[in-house]
């Protein structure tokens, strides 16, 4: 899908303040309503735009501990990658799961309670005969940047 600066404009806006009136949003990327939002449908209906989410600040709810993962498999077949990505999508403690090239397989973030309860997750992950080589742990000890979508400038030709 050709993405113009409008749209652009438009994700750029999107990725900062999701519950933007689309008046708002209008306004903000200097574009009538109606064509605002017939982009916004387009981008919506290409999966461009997959969802709006809220951000959540978990420690505001409950005490908890965040884990990056790296790891590694024992074998690389497809059928073992497709095995380990079916078990982390099924588990609420991921909160997040990226494949990697390069040294590791899958980095993950693991949100839980406490580091008690981390451990207990990745024994499970361990016995759960999904081929886990090895992993290692990466306790968060704060967060710097909040993820919010990096776009690129659209294409000038």
Excluded at 14 to 30: H, P
Excluded at 95 to 104: E, I, S, V
Excluded at 124 to 141: C, D, H, N, Q
Aim: hydrophobic share 45%.
């Amino acid at each position: 899908m050709k993405l113009d600066q409008r749209d652009i404009a438009i994700l750029r806006v999107l990725a900062r303040e999701g519950r933007i009136s689309k008046s708002d949003l209008a306004q903000r990327v200097n574009l009538s309503p109606t064509p605002t939002w017939e982009r916004l449908r387009r981008l919506e209906e290409a999966g461009v735009i997959r969802g709006y989410h809220a951000d959540i600040d978990m420690k505001m709810l409950v005490p908890g501990v965040e884990v990056f993962v790296t790891v590694e498999l024992e074998r690389h077949k497809a059928a073992d990658f497709a095995a380990f990505e079916k078990l982390a999508e099924g588990r609420e403690e991921i909160a997040a799961c990226w494949a990697l090239g390069g040294g590791f397989d899958y980095l993950m973030l693991v949100a839980v309670r406490d580091i008690d309860a981390y451990q207990r997750f990745m024994d499970g992950l361990l016995e759960a005969g999904i081929g886990l080589a090895r992993y290692y742990t990466y306790v968060v000890t704060k967060q710097v940047k909040s993820h919010v979508a990096r776009l690129p400038d659209p294409d000038p030709a």
